[in-house]
């Protein structure tokens, strides 16, 4: 027993030193009058890398309630199944993520991508009256393909 406490109090004590060793990048930084932080500019976002690899199996389905109808019924439903996914070797590369608006209040997402190379797919696509049944309608691929400069606005309507 005696142990744990000598254990938990040495945990308690390491806690605050932690937090404080952080504190030593701030140390260098100067102070910016007024002046200096009025004529500061930059860019607001988030810019992401990613190498993504996907484990084959299980599937995506997206299910229609009401088919090509307004009215739910269970002789309309319709399945769209993406089934096993793969991918190998996707890179994407310094891709920016910024909000924007205009002053007519409308607003959107800017997603930048300066290079992307894809090697992806899909093994079966299947559509049916029910998830995941019925024969594939075929494969889709993607393999070696390299994108630079691709800019997506996303806006709601």
Same mark, same amino acid.
């Given at each position: ?11 308690? #004590? #390491? +806690? *605050?030193?932690? /937090? ?20 500061? %500019?930059?860019?607001?976002? &988030? ?22 109808? %307004?009215?739910?019924? /269970? @002789? !309309?439903?319709?399945?769209?199944? #993406?089934?096993?996914?793969?991918? $190998?070797? %996707?890179?994407?590369?310094?891709? %920016?993520?910024? +909000? ?13 991508? *300066? @290079?992307? $190379?894809? !090697?992806?797919? &899909?093994?079966? &696509? ?15 691929q993607i393999v070696d393909l390299s994108?630079?400069? +691709? @800019? ?6």
């Amino acid at each position: 027993m005696k142990k744990l406490l000598v254990l938990a109090a040495a945990i308690l #004590l #390491l +806690v *605050p030193a932690s /937090a404080m060793a952080g504190m030593t990048a701030f140390t260098n930084m100067d102070e910016l009058s007024s002046s200096e932080m009025a004529s500061t %500019t930059g860019q607001a976002g &988030i810019t992401l890398r990613a190498s993504l690899t996907i484990v084959t199996g299980g599937y995506i389905a997206w299910g229609d309630d009401d088919g090509c109808t %307004t009215t739910v019924n /269970a @002789t !309309n439903q319709g399945w769209l199944t #993406l089934k096993s996914i793969w991918s $190998t070797g %996707t890179n994407l590369t310094d891709v %920016t993520i910024d +909000v924007c608006s205009n002053t007519a209040g409308d607003q959107w997402i800017v997603v930048g991508i *300066p @290079t992307m $190379t894809l !090697n992806q797919g &899909i093994r079966a &696509i299947k559509v049916g009256s029910t998830r995941d049944s019925d024969d594939s309608m075929g494969e889709l691929q993607i393999v070696d393909l390299s994108l630079a400069a +691709v @800019t997506i606005h996303v806006r709601g309507h």
